[in-house]
Structures are given as structure tokens and as C-alpha cells.
């Protein structure tokens, strides 16, 4: 189990803080800006910065969120072992945090237990419900590992090639372009399949984000592009299998999932092969090779422990930001607005009332996004609809804690299938709706740029 680092005196300031004031009445000049998450912002500049608990937990939801934290790092095995049994026959890892290291994101590699880089596969149309329509004998998603006696049901190989890009200062970055081939199927793949890379991405503030009300969200959406800043945004709405109910997409890369515990429950099912009382059937079901399986226990994560996950993840704080007085930092934050990032990476929204999560609730909160999908542009297309989501449109990426993944992990990727690898790169891929951002940005003088880049570096 991951220990918390969570610098006691700090967290009862941020507590206190938030008891004493309502978060909404602070004034802008008034307003702590290093608290990223409200009072669910974490004090903690170390490798551990994402996997504290939110401060103010009573002792039941620290327990709650201890066998969360547990269950989220527990390695799962093949049946018939009898306990965290269920594993595959077909998966992409073996553990949460495999893909999501310390909480933070993956790395961009297919096939092993280090890999966080997973790819969905469809064929062209839609199904009775809106969503991607799947693959006879693959589904909805490459499983690219599988138990003994099963194939997996493909290998992935990723190649990257040089892609230089010229500033009109003369400056020169060389971005990578991935070609992924799919190869080795394990049976005849149908021609004309469609597939998506896709990062596992950190998990901070996921429960704030699933606080915010969907009428905040629809209020970002311009439609006619009205404020003639060529961005436009759209709402992603999914059908819930669990709930039976066409639902507002918050999370995923392509805002293809409404709530958390749909998100933990499909990652379990589709990346684990385990299922749950929320996806009941198999990921490789209908596959001759489910037979490898022994044992018939359904589902088999046991309802409250796929609850502890989700509400481990819900109640998981945010990075406070740093360095908020320097110089370059400050003059960044200006840059970042006034060359419209902030368009679609929106710095402030206010949460709704939860009674019963306080740190969740009624939050002043700096996620840096609009929850809605935009087009990115040919270079970042994965040409693969998802419900309304079409192949160049991906939901804005919330920035908080983004500065903190040289720290965490080690390693730095952006994007939504880790091509980048500093921020520079991240913010040259961008496109569509975000070129005039982009080309204002490579306008900027070098100070310039690495300014805005020292403000990105803070959250």
C-alpha cells in the first residue's frame, strides 16, 4: 500500500481554510492561488503528490479510502485462485497501477506489465445506442496479453518518425509522428477496422471533475462560435449499460464515460478482464478461448471492493501549485490568456453542492478544462468516432498537476497517446480549433515561450 506524505500542519490549513470561508466568496486578489483543488488540495511536492487523500476525511472515509488505495495496487491472477481471482484469459495488465504509476499516467509502450498505452478498435458506423460498433471476435478494445493456454488477441508495434517544426524566430523542435501497426492477430481481423491509441492518464481531482454540474459544462459550449475565437467545444453524450440512460461524457480522452464508477468498473473488465456488478460480461466473451477459464465465480470483484476503488479515486487530492510569486511564472499565467489557451483549458470552475463529500463540495477548483471535446486537427486524429465524438475531436485535458509528472513518474508524456515528450511538443501538436492559440504561442518570443512553459510547470 502507498504511505501518504501529507504535510500535517498544511492540510489543516487548507481544512480550516475551507470551514471558515465559503469557496465562492473568495475575492480574485483575496484567492490563495495554490489551491488547485480547494480544500481537496494536497501540500505534497513529492513522488507521492498523487496519491494523497483529499484533507478532511473523518475516519470511516479514510479507512474507505485506505482499502481503495489497496485494491487499486492488487495484482489480480487467473482463476481458480481464491482471492483477487478473475484475471483475463485476455488483458492489458494485471494491476491499476501498473498503468497508472503513482497514480499518474502511463508509459506509452504496448505489451508488458510496464505498458500504459492501450488501443480501442471498431468498425465503421454506430450502434443501437450511438457508440462505437465492435469488432466480431476483438470488441471494442485490443487485449494484447492473455493467460496461459489463450492468445492474446493482438500485438501492437509502435514506430516513431521525425517531424520538424520551425519557429519564425528560426528555432527548431524535432516532434515524433507514431505509426502503430496491428500485427500477429490471434484469428482473421475484418478489414476497415478503426483503431485509437489511448494513455491512462493521472487521476487527481477526478471527483471534482464529477462534481462539476452539467449545466457549467453545456455553458462552456459556443456553438456558432460567437466570441469569433474559432473555438467552439461540444458535449459528449454516452449511453450508461448500467444505468440504461443516455448520459453527459466527462472522463476518457474522448469524454466517452459519465461517472467514475463506470470508468473503474469498464477499466477493470476491459483492461483486467474482471468483471463487476456494473459490466457483467466478459471482454473476451464469445471468443472460443474463454473456455481456458477456470472457475465460475460472478462477477468477480466483489461489489464493495469495486466501490472502495471508485471512491478511492473520487476522494484522491490535488497538487497545490507552486512557485504561484515568481516573476516568470506570473508573466506565463498572462501569456497563457492572453494567447486564448485559456479558450479551451478554462482555469477556474465552481463545483455543486455533494452533502455528503465536503471536499468535493461547493469548491473554487483550477482543473484548466472545459470537459468538452474539440478538434484537434489531422495531426492528432485518430479518425475514430466515439458516441458524438468524431476521429479529430478529444475532450480539453485538465492541466492540475501536469507540472508534477517529471516528479511522480519520472518520465514525461503528453497528449492522448504520449507522443510528446516535454510540453513544447504537446502544445505544437495542437490544431483545429486550437491552431490560433498554437501559432500565437510560436509567435512569442523564446523568453516568452519559456515562460508560459515555467506557468504550465507550476500546476
Known amino acids: 500500500m502507498k504511505k501518504f506524505y501529507i504535510i500535517i500542519g498544511m492540510a489543516v490549513f487548507v481544512g480550516s481554510f475551507s470551514m471558515c470561508h465559503k469557496s465562492d466568496v473568495f475575492s480574485e486578489s483575496g484567492y490563495d492561488e495554490r489551491l488547485t483543488g480547494g480544500a ?45 481471482t478473475g484475471l483475463g484469459p485476455i488483458y492489458n495488465n494485471i494491476t491499476c497501477i501498473n498503468c497508472h504509476r503513482n497514480d499518474g499516467e502511463g508509459i506509452p509502450t504496448s505489451g508488458s506489465s510496464n505498458s500504459g498505452l492501450l488501443f480501442r478498435i471498431s468498425q465503421p458506423g454506430k ?8 469488432v466480431p471476435g476483438f470488441g471494442l478494445q485490443i487485449q494484447d496479453q492473455a493467460v496461459f493456454g489463450a492468445q492474446p488477441e493482438a500485438n501492437m508495434s509502435i514506430n516513431y518518425t521525425d517531424l520538424p517544426v ?25 478489414s476497415g477496422y478503426m483503431l485509437s491509441p489511448r494513455l491512462a492518464p493521472r487521476l487527481v481531482g477526478m471527483g471534482l471533475l464529477e462534481n462539476i454540474p452539467e449545466s457549467t459544462i453545456l455553458s462552456f459550449v459556443d456553438a456558432n462560435d460567437a466570441n469569433g475565437d474559432g473555438i467552439t467545444g461540444k458535449a459528449n453524450y454516452i449511453y450508461d449499460d448500467y444505468t440504461k440512460k443516455t448520459e453527459l461524457g466527462r472522463f476518457g480522452l474522448k469524454a466517452n464515460t459519465s461517472t467514475l464508477l463506470l470508468q473503474v468498473a ?34 468477480e470483484l466483489v461489489d464493495s471492493l469495486l466501490n472502495y476503488v471508485v471512491f478511492y479515486v473520487k476522494t484522491l487530492g490535488v497538487p497545490a501549485r507552486r512557485n504561484v510569486t515568481d516573476a516568470d511564472v506570473k508573466q506565463g499565467s498572462t501569456l497563457f490568456n492572453q494567447i486564448n489557451c485559456s479558450g479551451c483549458h478554462r482555469p477556474t470552475v465552481q463545483t455543486g453542492v455533494d452533502v455528503n463529500l465536503a471536499g468535493i463540495s461547493n469548491q473554487r477548483i483550477h482543473p484548466y478544462t472545459d470537459l468538452l471535446l474539440h478538434d484537434m486537427g489531422a495531426g492528432l486524429a485518430d479518425n475514430r468516432p466515439d458516441f458524438l465524438a468524431n476521429g479529430k475531436e478529444w475532450r480539453t485535458a485538465p492541466l492540475w498537476g501536469i507540472g508534477m509528472l517529471n516528479i ?36 512569442l518570443t523564446l523568453t516568452e515561450r519559456n515562460q508560459l512553459i515555467k506557468f504550465l510547470q507550476s500546476l
Open 40 to 84: 481537496a488540495t494536497v501540500f505534497d511536492a513529492t513522488t507521492h503528490a498523487f496519491s494523497d487523500p483529499m484533507p478532511g476525511l473523518d475516519a470511516r472515509d479514510t479507512r474507505v479510502h485506505q482499502i481503495g488505495d489497496q485494491t487499486f495496487a492488487q495484482t489480480f491472477v487467473a482463476p481458480p485462485s481464491p482471492i483477487f
Open 127 to 134: 450502434d443501437v445506442n450511438g457508440g462505437p460498433v465492435p
Open 266 to 299: 469498464t477499466a477493470y473488465q476491459q483492461d483486467m478482464g474482471v468483471t463487476s456488478y456494473v459490466q457483467t460480461v466478459e471482454s473476451g466473451d464469445g471468443q472460443a478461448q474463454m473456455s481456458v477459464v477456470h472457475g465460475d465465480v460472478q462477477p
Open 408 to 443: 511522480t513518474n519520472g518520465t514525461e508524456y503528453f497528449l492522448h497517446d504520449g507522443r510528446a515528450r516535454t510540453l513544447e511538443e504537446a502544445i505544437l501538436w495542437h490544431d483545429g480549433e486550437a491552431k490560433n492559440a498554437k501559432q500565437k504561442f510560436m509567435n
Open 166 to 190: 520551425t519557429y519564425p524566430d528560426g528555432t527548431t523542435v524535432e516532434l515524433r509522428q507514431p505509426v502503430y501497426l496491428l500485427q500477429n492477430p490471434y484469428t482473421t481481423l475484418a
